[in-house]
């Protein structure tokens, strides 16, 4: 259910009432009996989860990117191993 913002225009009071959209608005005020007026108000708005961040849906150029980079990264440790094993045994 939403939650609409009201002001009264007697007592300039804000308040919050949780109602369905297909209910009518308040008329009055329940403090004063004054009437009062729906605001606009910004929207609840939470974030839950994955995939609410610019780089959670990167680009086909940045996937692109990213992939080459992992291989890149994946071919060393294969290749690093070997000549870092040969100079090893050459030290020894």
């Given at each position: 259910m939403?939650?609409?913002?009201?002001?009264?225009?007697?007592?300039?009071r804000?308040?919050?009432?949780?109602?369905?959209i297909?209910?009518?608005?308040?008329?009055q005020?329940?403090t004063?009996?004054?009437?009062v007026r729906?605001l606009?108000a910004?929207?609840?708005?939470?974030?839950?989860?994955?995939g609410f961040?610019?780089?959670?849906?990167?680009?086909?150029?940045k996937?692109?990117?990213?992939d080459?980079?992992k291989?890149?990264?994946?071919?060393p440790?294969?290749?690093?191993?070997?000549?870092?094993?040969?100079?090893?045994?050459s030290?020894a």
């Open positions: 939403p939650t609409y913002e009201y002001q009264c225009d007697r007592c300039h804000t308040f919050e009432a949780r109602q369905r297909t209910d009518a608005p308040l008329e005020c329940e004063c009996g004054g009437p729906r606009l910004p929207t609840q708005f939470i974030l839950k989860g994955d961040y610019v780089n959670d849906y990167p680009s086909e150029s996937k692109r990117a990213l080459a980079e291989k890149s990264a994946a071919a440790t294969s290749e690093g191993s070997t000549p870092s094993s040969s100079s090893d045994s030290s």
